[in-house]
């Protein structure tokens, strides 16, 4: 199977390991809730390993690029567009993110924070910043269709 053309990801959960501030700093704006990895009912051990222990074997294997792609080698990756509320809990994950694709293909990626948005904006809001959201990734996703 060949390689997508491009990808689109909207408030991508790249990092099931650590904790970053803006965890803390955006709870209060954001819809979505981060509970520590310690915790069973932590999203990441829910979505990883559901009503597993935490041992240090889990933790390890959710640093893996396939369970946490923040730390994958994205050196030859395809075109990608990020789209991100700035008030998200998880922006600071998704800026390690844009970052660490544009450190191995910095023409590979286009970032798009969205001011005072919140994770996956896009899917709860009518308002003018999920048409320019929109209008974008049809403009981006344009470039590449065959």
Known sequence: MPPPAALVLL???????ETKPSVAANSRYDS??????????????ML???????????????RDP??????????????????AGAREILIDDIEQLVAAIAASNPDAVVYEPYADMIH???????R????????????FVSQFWR
């Open 48 to 62: 990883y390993a559901p009503a597993q222990p935490l041992t240090p074997a889990m933790r390890k294997e959710m």
């Open 120 to 126: 996956v904006f896009q899917a709860f809001f009518d």
């Open 32 to 45: 979505i809730v981060m509970l520590p990895l310690e915790s069973p009912a932590a999203y990441a051990r």
């Open 11 to 17: 408030s991508p959960y790249s990092n099931l390991v």
């Open 66 to 83: 396939l369970v946490s792609p923040v730390f994958a080698d994205f050196t030859a990756f395809p075109p990608v567009l990020v789209q």
């Open 128 to 139: 003018p910043e999920n048409a320019v959201a929109f209008a974008s990734i049809g403009r």
